[in-house]
C-alpha cells in the first residue's frame, strides 16, 4: 500500500487525503519520521483535517517529540471544533490528559 501510494505522490498527485494515508502507512510501519512528515503535509493542505492531526500527533509522540505531540493535537481540537468532529476530539482530550498526567507524575 505505502509503495503505490508513494508512486502517486512520485506521479505528481500531492493532497490532503493521499497524504493521509501514506502518512498512515508508514506509521504502521515505524517510520514515524516520514508518517510525521506526510501527516504534517495533510494539515498543510487541509487544516481542519483533524483525523490527520490526531495521527500526527501519534507520529510524534512516538518519536519522543512529547510538545510536538501536543501541539498538533491543540490545533487538531480547533479543526475537529469547527467540523463538527466529536470522535475526534474525544480521542485527542484523552491524548492530551495522559500527557499532563504524565508530566504531574514527573514532578
Known sequence: MRERLQALLDAGRDDALLRFGLGNSCLQAGDLDAA???LAAA????????AAWKLLGKALLASGREDAAEAAWRAGLDAAARRGD???????TVFLRRIE????ADA
Do not use: F, I, L, N
Open 36 to 38: 510525521a512528515t506526510h
Open 43 to 50: 494539515t498543510r493542505h487541509d487544516p481542519d483535517y483533524s
Open 101 to 104: 498526567r504524565g508530566r504531574q
Open 86 to 92: 466529536v470522535q475526534s476530539s474525544k480521542e485527542m
